[in-house]
Nanobody, 123 residues
Framework: QVQLVESGGGLVQAGGSLKLSCAAS????????IGWFRQAPGKEREFVAI?????????YYADSVKGRFTISRDNAKNTVYLQMNSLKPEDTAVYYCAARISVSSNPNDYAYWGQGTQVTVSS
């Protein structure tokens, strides 16, 4: 069974930082791409960042977070992180991690999702 559990959300002032964690079940961690997505009230779920391993580790970011967010993984802990710096009020959303065999930035391509964690950035 594929399990993903997010943590680390909270309330932070604009310009601050948060680090989200996504703990994944061991059988998927090494071979699946893990993506972070977010959904703000009244908006569609959108891609944030993704990490995958084919040979070396590769990452890809949405333009809106590039240079501010960093996705990484700890293989020993089966955990993917999303370090979020220079947060803006428009980053406020529920953040989800998701997993699939191959790389995609389309949330509709993902079958496995965590429960989400709320991030609120105050101005």
């Amino acid at each position: 069974q594929v399990q993903l559990v997010e943590s680390g959300g909270g309330l932070v002032q604009a310009g601050g930082s948060l680090k989200l964690s996504c703990a994944a079940s061991g059988r998927i961690f090494g071979s699946y791409a893990i993506g972070w997505f977010r959904q703000a009230p009244g908006k569609e779920r959108e891609f944030v960042a993704i990490i995958w391993r084919i040979g070396g580790t590769s990452t890809y970011y949405a333009d809106s977070v590039k240079g501010r967010f960093t996705i990484s993984r700890d293989n020993a802990k089966n955990t993917v992180y999303l370090q979020m710096n220079s947060l803006k009020p428009e980053d406020t959303a529920v953040y989800y991690c998701a997993a699939r065999i191959s790389v995609s930035s389309n949330p509709n391509d993902y079958a496995y999702w965590g429960q989400g964690t709320q991030v609120t950035v105050s101005s």
